[in-house]
């Protein structure tokens, strides 16, 4: 078991992690205290566009949007609890854009969430083994030693201790594997801000099944109704807050969440059946100091956790699991030094932070205490995330850029440069060899680094494609992009640019080459000049 990562915790960031990990071939454990492997509600039903691009790299996006659907439309309520004040979007239904093809967030609760992820995770032979809780842990050189404590069929809790290269703490606000590690929870309790969530049922409900329903305001109390994805279905998501909220009466059960409920919206009319489940959420605004020590790192929620609002927590728990997993691999692989594990610290720390930053001043907005706050509710276009960048990372090369400028790691990568450190942007209508069209998103992979060479002068193909030869064709895959007019004949894999959207979505001015590396987390790692540049970038990743 030595050589196995095992993860503890099975939300979506370790579910991805582990996903991540077998697509590089790297054997996985991952646990979760829960005795069920099903999770209850819609909490954390916001999917965001760069989530989904990562879903798209581990082959499980067509799935996830099977099960998805749109954002609902906000209706507020006046002080009858029937006439609407305010109808609006949360945010704006966008174009697809050849470079970001998938644009729009959507939603999806966490307990289908999960269950996808899971499924998809069983087809490689990988069960979340539940029940099964992480009780400490001891790290030497070469292992994490593991004491878990497990359910057996006789309903007895059995100890086993399991010898692991690697320990991955997914496991939540309480994360048990961040408290042993000795991390600190920067950040603050806002102790005026605790939420009742839940699911409950309505018998032939008469609200809009298109509309999120909000009644009272944020000066005093509110509660929501959000109903469900599908057509017909009957359940409904609850989130009540305010400094004047009964949330011990709404928290109690059915009874006590009807009466608080039909006094802060003034509606009789609505026939509640069985609460699926309630439970109070106290707000925290809080991050790790560094995200590992040794053989031990975080991720998720057990590495940062904050104000629901904007949805953000889920799918910067994806990128947490996007980013190390690659890295995580080729150490475990014994194919890069040790110090590229120290990367994911570097990356993800300043994304985090201006994350937070982000989502609290976008709950202030939205909880406003104010009579009219309803303009707080938008979410706007940041929150998609494909401003998240890594420039300045000590493994990004860009020999475009001087560097000098100052960088928002939650905002920079909006600003149409792509630099190194950006997403990679998507890059339609390329022609292959066989004359088919295919899009550039289709060559990257989570397991390989793909190197893009723009130029259509056969020397820089040469030195490009003799530069890699001393890397595996496992880890590196160079494919040669001429321009839409070129009459070169080149080797190896060609795409013609023949809609011109490669060249432009990559900056790359007309009549001049480069190079153009693709991590296997969807991140530009590098642009080169020249062929030179890549044993740069590589020297810190490959041994």
Do not use: C
């Given at each position: 078991m030595t050589d196995t990562v095992l993860i503890v915790g099975a939300g979506p960031s370790g579910l991805v992690l582990a996903l991540s990990l077998i697509k590089n071939g790297v054997p996985v454990r991952i646990i979760d205290k829960e005795r069920s492997n099903y999770k209850v509600g819609q909490k954390g039903s916001g999917v965001h566009p760069r989530t989904m691009e990562v879903y798209k790299l581990l082959g499980v996006l067509p799935d996830i949007l099977e099960e998805s659907?749109?954002?609902?439309?906000?209706?507020?309520?006046?002080?009858?609890?029937?006439?609407?004040?305010?109808?609006?979007?949360?945010?704006?239904?966008?174009?697809?854009?050849?470079?970001?093809?998938?644009?729009?967030?959507?939603?999806?609760?966490?307990?289908?969430?999960?269950?996808?992820?899971?499924?998809?995770?069983?087809?490689f032979g990988c069960v979340v083994e539940t029940g099964t809780e992480l009780v400490s842990f001891e790290q030497s050189p070469d292992r994490v030693t593991a004491h878990l404590l497990k359910w057996n069929d006789a309903n007895e809790q059995v100890p086993e201790t399991a010898e692991v290269a690697w320990l991955i703490g997914t496991d939540g606000g309480k994360s048990t594997v961040r408290k042993q590690l000795g991390l600190t929870f920067m950040g603050e309790t806002k102790a005026a801000e605790r939420w009742v969530v839940g699911d409950i049922q309505i018998n032939n409900s008469p609200l809009d099944q298109s509309a999120w329903h909000v009644w009272g305001d944020a000066s005093s109390r509110t509660v929501s109704l959000r109903p469900y994805l599908k057509p017909g279905d009957d359940r409904y998501y609850i989130i009540a807050a305010g400094p004047d909220l009964n949330r011990e009466r709404m928290a109690s059960g059915r009874e006590g969440f009807i009466e608080e409920f039909r006094e802060i919206s003034k509606r009789n009319d609505i026939n509640f059946g069985k609460v699926i489940f309630l439970s109070q959420f106290q707000v925290n605004v809080r991050m790790v100091n560094k995200f590992g020590v040794g053989r031990v790192f975080v991720a998720g929620d057990a590495a940062h956790v904050h104000s629901p609002t904007g949805g953000q927590g889920i799918?910067?728990?994806?990128?947490?699991?996007?980013?190390?997993?690659?890295?995580?691999?080729?150490?475990?692989?014994?194919?890069a030094p040790p110090s590229l594990l120290e990367t994911y610290n570097a990356e993800r720390l300043p994304v985090v932070a201006a994350m937070l930053e982000c989502t609290t001043e976008l709950f202030n907005?939205?909880?406003?205490?104010?009579?009219?706050?309803?303009?707080?509710?938008?979410?706007?276009?940041?929150?998609?995330?494909?401003?998240?960048?890594?420039?300045?990372?000590?493994?990004?090369?860009?020999?475009?850029?001087?560097?000098?400028?100052?960088?928002?790691?939650?905002?920079?990568?909006?600003?149409?440069?792509?630099?190194?450190?950006?997403?990679?942007?998507?890059?339609?209508?390329?022609?292959?060899?066989?004359?088919?069209?295919?899009?550039?998103?289709?060559?990257?992979?989570?397991?390989?680094?793909?190197?893009?060479?723009?130029?259509?002068?056969?020397?820089?193909?040469?030195?490009?494609?003799?530069?890699?030869?001393?890397?595996?064709?496992?880890?590196?895959?160079?494919?040669?992009?001429?321009?839409?007019?070129?009459?070169?004949?080149?080797?190896?894999?060609?795409?013609?640019?023949?809609?011109?959207?490669?060249?432009?979505?990559?900056?790359?001015?007309?009549?001049?080459?480069?190079?153009?590396?693709?991590?296997?987390?969807?991140?530009?790692?590098?642009?080169?000049?020249?062929?030179?540049?890549?044993?740069?970038?590589?020297?810190?990743?490959?041994?």
């Open positions: 659907g749109v954002s609902h439309p906000l209706t507020m309520y006046d002080s009858d609890g029937v006439s609407i004040k305010v109808r609006m979007p949360m945010s704006e239904e966008l174009e697809s854009t050849p470079d970001r093809p998938i644009i729009n967030p959507i939603l999806l609760g966490q307990d289908a969430h999960e269950e996808i992820l899971r499924n998809y995770l069983a087809k799918n910067t728990g994806v990128l947490d699991a996007n980013n190390l997993a690659w890295k995580l691999a080729l150490v475990h692989k014994h194919l907005k939205t909880f406003t205490r104010a009579d009219d706050n309803h303009t707080g509710w938008f979410r706007g276009y940041i929150l998609r995330q494909f401003g998240v960048t890594y420039r300045g990372s000590p493994i990004v090369v860009d020999e475009t850029n001087p560097g000098d400028e100052a960088v928002d790691p939650y905002r920079s990568g909006l600003d149409g440069r792509v630099q190194g450190g950006d997403r990679a942007p998507e890059a339609p209508g390329l022609v292959g060899a066989d004359g088919g069209k295919v899009a550039l998103f289709d060559s990257f992979g989570p397991a390989h680094h793909t190197v893009l060479v723009f130029s259509d002068d056969v020397k820089v193909h040469v030195g490009v494609l003799d530069t890699l030869k001393s890397y595996s064709s496992a880890l590196v895959k160079p494919i040669i992009i001429l321009p839409k007019n070129s009459a070169v004949n080149a080797e190896g894999d060609i795409l013609r640019d023949e809609e011109g959207y490669a060249f432009k979505h990559y900056n790359i001015p007309e009549g001049t080459s480069l190079v153009v590396v693709v991590r296997p987390d969807g991140v530009v790692g590098a642009r080169l000049n020249a062929a030179e540049g890549l044993k740069l970038y590589f020297q810190p990743i490959f041994l």
